[in-house]
């Protein structure tokens, strides 16, 4: 039996094996690959950094604990960005499941850069009905939130004193693992021309390229590798574990090319052996 009918053959546990090896090694043995930002995922970190200082952005995190790998990076990126450009900021979320990401996020950036709640930063909390909290806060960010998450009125924060609605907000980021963006892009794009930029799971990000040629989004982060990009691109060198994710993640995109072609090249070199012999 030759090499590659063995192959055929091969029991496919070995296949997981080496997939899980691949998985594994790179989180525990970086090979520090080099990345490169995309068009992208340039525009995405210039849309930011060409705000003005004291600019009021805001992040809404439509994304629950599954997605957090591809999309709390992003997060955590955008408003240690937003901070270090002296940008006010105020998080939300429209899915249950991301309110404790939208409160615990800036937090625990905040802490690190000395910024002050009420004053730097504003967590607005979770409201239910995706389409119609995108369009109430288009009328008014007091009327659709009296409270923010921490219970406190909206009137006696000092950054909510200037922010009204849509119109004062320079910029929002949204994170999403589902089709809230196409409710942000319909009603806050659309309807109020806010500008919007994204990050998506990396299965969602082909449907919103064209919205990004139309520039109704401004930037659009697909995926883990984008959300890699970007991370270097504010944090530089200091992203250990993007890098070592980045790394495991290449390494077996690499490993099931590897597979595919061998197989492929298996199949069509072994197929059909009567025919090949009486030739």
Request: hydrophobic fraction near 40%; charged fraction near 20%; glycine fraction near 6%.
């Amino acid at each position: 039996m030759s090499f590659l009918d063995r192959l055929q053959k091969m029991d496919r546990r070995w296949v997981f094996l080496i997939l899980a090896i691949a998985v594994t090694a790179p989180l525990l043995f970086p090979l520090g690959l080099k990345i490169s930002p995309t068009s992208e995922s340039l525009t995405f970190y210039r849309m930011v950094d060409s705000l003005p200082e004291g600019s009021v952005v805001m992040v809404s995190f439509d994304f629950g604990p599954s997605a957090a790998p591809e999309l709390l990076p992003v997060s955590e990126s955008f408003i240690r960005h937003a901070f270090r450009k002296n940008l006010k900021v105020i998080t939300l979320a429209l899915w249950p499941d991301g309110l404790p990401l939208s409160q615990d996020t800036p937090d625990n950036i905040a802490k690190q850069m000395n910024k002050i709640y009420g004053k730097d930063y504003v967590t607005l909390g979770y409201k239910s009905g995706i389409a119609s909290v995108i369009s109430q806060l288009g009328e008014g960010f007091h009327q659709t939130f009296p409270l923010d998450a921490r219970k406190n009125p909206l009137e006696s924060l000092p950054l909510m004193e200037r922010v009204k609605n849509y119109d004062q907000v320079s910029l929002t980021c949204v994170l999403a693992a589902g089709t809230s963006i196409d409710w942000w892009i319909g009603i806050a794009n659309g309807r109020y021309k806010e500008n919007l930029v994204a990050a998506t799971t990396a299965v969602m990000a082909s449907d919103y390229y064209p919205y990004l040629q139309t520039r109704q989004i401004q930037g659009l982060l697909g995926g883990l590798k984008p959300a890699g990009e970007y991370q270097r691109m504010v944090d530089g060198e200091n992203t250990p574990r993007m890098i070592r994710m980045l790394d495991s993640q290449s390494l077996v995109h690499l490993a099931i090319i590897f597979f595919v072609l061998l197989g492929n090249v298996g199949y069509l070199v072994t197929r059909n052996p009567e025919a090949r012999r009486r030739k």
